[in-house]
């Protein structure tokens, strides 16, 4: 933040300061995914909203804006007990869609390891977040099929998880960095072919990444690890690590 944009901010809380000396009004703005914003709406028109937080100018695009609600009156010298710049977003919760590529993977099995094919995965994941930077939640996810290399055939991966992102406090609705760690479990589902020379077994999943949202535009990059066991009468561990690149989609 430049020194500029500073001062721009502290002039602003310094007239709305000013406009209610004896007394103020604070307000909330409700958006459509139930995240909220409470502090002193400086401006708002039929495209935006700009609500006052401390020393941050928030801008809301309107069509996110559910509802604005007018508390009731505050003496000026109480308005410090809302802690206005303490939680700029005190609850949300968010939902998302991605499709990946997965690259630059391996097969893993006993004691031999080959590169594995590119493909394409699917992911939707659920997200609750506590102080606003971090959430908590459970995601599902699929791929397309995946020659098994080692045998004739191929399988499918059907990993679920448990999910804890960490994010940068978001200033700006859907407009954040974060790291994402997921464990839990993946099914390894093996087509009519590769059934008649192979079983397989799920097992533990688990991948750790990054990535920005912008504007509800979702993108991570991902390094993950789904465990199983392979075979006929003795089955042998196997793994398949991988990168997956995704886009996705913030509700």
């Known amino acids: 933040m430049n020194i500029s944009n500073l001062n721009f901010k502290a002039i602003i809380v310094f007239i709305v300061s000013f406009m209610f000396v004896s007394f103020t009004f604070a307000e909330t703005v409700i958006l459509n995914d139930g995240t909220t914003y409470k502090g002193n709406i400086h401006h708002q028109d039929d495209n935006v909203v ?44 968010e939902f998302v869609i991605k499709v990946g590529y997965d690259w630059n993977g391996d097969y893993e099995a006993g004691n031999d390891k080959i590169k594995a094919p590119n493909g394409i995965s699917a992911f939707a994941e659920f997200h609750h977040y506590i102080k606003n930077i971090v959430g908590v939640g459970l995601g599902i996810g699929g791929c397309n099929p995946r020659d098994a290399k080692f045998y004739k055939g191929d399988f499918y991966i059907f990993p679920a998880y448990l999910s804890v992102k960490l994010r940068s406090k978001p200033t700006e609705l859907y407009k954040y960095g974060y790291v994402v760690g997921q ?37 991570e990059l991902l390094y993950s690890f789904n465990n199983g066991k392979a075979g006929k009468d003795d089955k042998i561990d196997f793994k398949y690590s991988k990168y997956t690149f995704s886009v996705g989609y913030a509700f």
Not at 186 to 201: A, C, F, G, Q, R
């Open 50 to 93: 700009y609500i006052v937080q401390g020393e941050d100018l928030i801008k809301i695009n309107r069509k996110d804006v559910k509802e604005i609600k007018k508390d009731e009156k505050i003496n000026k010298d109480s308005i410090e007990t809302l802690d206005l710049d303490e939680n700029i977003i005190e609850k949300k919760n």
């Open 183 to 219: 464990v839990g479990y993946n099914l390894l589902n093996p087509n009519d072919t590769l059934k008649k020379s192979v079983d397989m077994e799920g097992g533990l999943y688990y991948g750790v990444g990054f990535g920005i949202v912008v504007s509800h535009m979702v993108f």
